[in-house]
């Protein structure tokens, strides 16, 4: 082989070396040399320089400035060389490429060592892919489809959280939308369908308010601390119940028991009605609740003054505007023959007096006669010698004229006998009152401690065709205190503006011209300090605060009595939102079934009083209220330690209530638990308060404990 033939076999080595690592894309120049950084880069150098001579020409057509460049083209043939023999430029070539290689390998660092290691790892693996193009393609669709893969997962997660916080803020604008909303229809308990009245109307009526027939509606009060209470709600309903709830402090209510159908050793027959002192008559005013109270009062008086007491009858109150007399709700016959042994009754006069102008011969006695809570001993000074000149006295309205505290023992013990013993409602109020119950309990064949007392022979009573339920409900019974009379009476402002106060005014001077004469002659405190010292009723705003701060539940069970609200649906709806299971008995009932109390309210408030009174919890939001002081009487009188009743502290509440502005949940949340918890200690009737309210004392109750301790000393 001559010396071009040698040459171009030489050119042809390095061409094909250059290609070949131009196609791997592996650029030499950044693996550093052991002398400047960059020894490869000179051997590469090198080989590009010695190639670039070995394809000059005899002339040259080539620059000098370009001989050494890499980019400088690559010759085809070689015609012509200025050298004759290549063979000590090859050896010299090899030797040169080989010691740097070697040089490099020996002499590098670590670090250089781990970077020609990554470099080689590259280039094998460039090169299996440059031999296997298919598993590259497949390679780089698994790849693909991995980040597509990853981009769902994360746009799924996104979308979740996304929907997750669009949901809440949904449900937020939703509960504060009822809150706000006025014209909101409030939602009621699905009760058990009857196929008797499948058509049932559910409705709270409007009673007087001109805001219940679609007129300007007052605003929601405290609006702030209602939002919070949704919240509250909301996040309450995986939380247990506070067990203060639905109990008494058992071991101290139970010690007491009832003992007021007990009589003494010593006890004294009353004369007959021709030895008696005389005849008493009584016309009782108000409402059912108070009719009672003053039929008590009479029993007492006339044991008093030992006269005969003639059945009791019921004015038609221009309030309440009902002709109910006393057999219309009560059992006549019953009332006679219980308290037979303590005083004779009658059902009316004797035929000579039956003639006599009672009150020209000086015998009618009307309340302005007669001071509030008088003494016994005013009775005896004043009405019995007047029952003596003339046979009988009728006492005209007798609204809470005898005196609590001093008065004999035997007349208490008699007061709560009638009370609690001897005034039993007549059949048709008893049957109605039994569905009200079964109803609130969900068809349950569950006894109450007072179902007995309230519904006697009813007690087994079921509707034909339903189905017994084998779980009973509890249900919360809450009298809210809040008819327009009892608005108009506190003198209060609850609002409505300057409509509100207009239309109160107006009632006040047609129903309580005696407060309009003591308004105009003594100066009354404003509004607001009757607010703040706790003399307003509570609104049904400041009733469902008061709930929700106690811990009651979203799907709690209520019982609504006296539905004649003022301010009808729209004052309602913050009580019907946040508490959608609230009835009242024109929910429970048909509309044939009520039809048979229609225009008969003091009827009508013997179902609200079983109903309240049969209930597991017991709600009030004027302890002022005769229906509340009465049922809560009942309910500890009968209940045995297992029948709650909340009775909140209005002048507390209302401190409470003045920082709605500022207080955090937590914190009202906290002082209104206090506030009612302190309300349910078990005491002895204080000084002076009522009998009917209070009956753990010794004229009507028998505490177990001291009677035991009595004994053994």
């Not at 490869?40 to 057509?61: D, G, P, Y």
């Not at 400088?72 to 070539?93: E, G, H, Q, V, Y």
């Not at 004043?382 to 005898?402: A, E, M, T, W, Y």
């Amino acid at each position: 082989m001559d010396s071009d033939d040698r040459m171009q076999e030489i050119g042809c080595e390095v061409s094909d070396r250059d290609e070949h690592e131009n196609g791997l894309r592996i650029d030499t120049k950044h693996i550093e040399g052991p002398g400047n950084g960059n020894g490869n880069a000179w051997s590469s150098s090198f080989l590009m320089r010695s190639a670039s001579i070995s394809t000059s020409t005899s002339t040259l057509s080539t620059p000098r400035s370009r001989q050494g460049s890499p980019r400088s083209p690559s010759p085809t043939t070689f015609s012509s060389s200025p050298f004759r023999d290549i063979a000590p430029l090859k050896t010299a070539f090899q030797s040169r490429l080989s010691n740097a290689y070697s040089f490099s390998s020996s002499s590098a660092s670590p670090k250089h060592q781990a970077k020609k290691g990554w470099t080689n790892f590259l280039y094998e693996t460039k090169k299996s892919r440059l031999q296997s193009p298919k598993a590259e393609l497949q390679e780089s669709a698994a790849n693909t489809t991995r980040r597509r893969q990853r981009r769902r997962r994360v746009r799924g997660m996104i979308f979740i959280v996304l929907g997750l916080l669009a949901a809440f803020f949904l449900l937020d604008w939703w509960v504060l939308s009822l809150l706000q909303d006025d014209h909101h229809q409030p939602l009621h308990l699905l009760l058990h369908e009857d196929p008797q009245f499948p058509d049932k109307s559910r409705r709270l009526q409007g009673g007087w308010s001109k805001f219940a027939k679609g007129k300007r509606p007052p605003r929601v009060m405290y609006d702030r601390l209602l939002a919070l209470a949704a919240h509250a709600l909301a996040e309450g309903e995986s939380k247990p119940e506070p067990e203060e709830l639905w109990e008494e402090p058992f071991v101290q209510a139970s010690a007491w028991k009832p003992c007021a159908d007990k009589r003494k050793l010593d006890f004294r027959e009353p004369p007959s009605p021709e030895k008696s002192t005389g005849y008493i008559l009584v016309s009782a005013n108000g409402g059912l609740n108070q009719q009672r109270v003053a039929v008590c009062n009479a029993v007492a008086i006339a044991r008093l003054l030992n006269a005969t007491l003639v059945l009791p009858k019921f004015l038609c109150s221009t309030v309440w505007k009902d002709s109910s007399q006393f057999g219309d709700i009560y059992q006549e016959e019953y009332f006679i023959n219980y308290l037979k042994p303590d005083v004779n009754i009658v059902k009316e006069l004797p035929l000579e007096l039956q003639s006599l102008d009672i009150e020209a011969i000086g015998s009618l006695v009307t309340d302005m006669d007669i001071s509030k809570e008088s003494k016994p001993s005013f009775f005896l000074a004043n009405i019995l010698p007047l029952l003596l000149r003339n046979r009988v006295v009728h006492f005209l309205g007798f609204g809470n004229r005898l005196a609590f505290d001093p008065i004999l023992f035997e007349l208490q013990r008699l007061r709560c006998k009638c009370n609690f013993h001897a005034l039993k409602f007549i059949p048709k109020i008893q049957k109605t009152g039994a569905l009200l119950i079964q109803r609130m309990r969900e068809h349950s064949k569950k006894q109450g401690p007072l179902d007995e007392h309230l519904i006697g022979e009813t007690l087994p009573y079921l509707e034909e065709g339903t189905e017994i339920s084998h779980s009973s409900s509890k249900y919360l019974a809450l009298h809210l205190r809040f008819e327009i009379d009892m608005a108009a009476y506190s003198m209060c402002e609850f609002g409505g503006g300057e409509a509100e106060r207009r239309e109160l005014q107006a009632y006040r001077e047609i129903h309580f011209p005696t407060l309009m004469i003591h308004k105009k002659s003594y100066q009354i405190p404003s509004a607001a300090a009757l607010r703040a010292l706790g003399r307003c009723p509570l609104t049904p705003e400041e009733a469902v605060l008061m709930l929700v701060a106690l811990g009651f539940k979203r799907g709690t069970h209520i019982y609504l009595a006296g539905a004649h609200i003022y301010g009808g649906q729209s004052r309602m709806v913050a009580l019907t939102s946040l508490y959608p299971n609230l009835v009242t008995k024109e929910d429970l009932l048909s509309s044939e079934e009520i039809r048979l109390f229609a225009n008969f309210s003091s009827q009508l408030a013997a179902l609200d009083f079983i109903g309240c009174a049969a209930a597991d919890a017991f709600a009030m939001t004027d302890s002022g209220s005769q229906l509340s002081s009465l049922v809560s009487g009942y309910r500890i009188y009968y209940g045995g330690g297992h029948l709650p009743t909340i009775r909140p502290n209005k002048k507390r509440l209302a401190g409470i209530f003045s920082k709605n502005n500022t207080i955090e949940w937590n914190e009202f949340q906290e002082r209104v638990r206090k506030t009612v918890r302190e309300s349910k200690r078990i005491q002895v009737r204080p000084i002076a308060r009522s009998i009917y309210r209070h009956p753990r004392c010794p004229e009507c109750m028998c505490n177990i404990e001291t009677s035991q301790t009595e004994s053994n000393v």
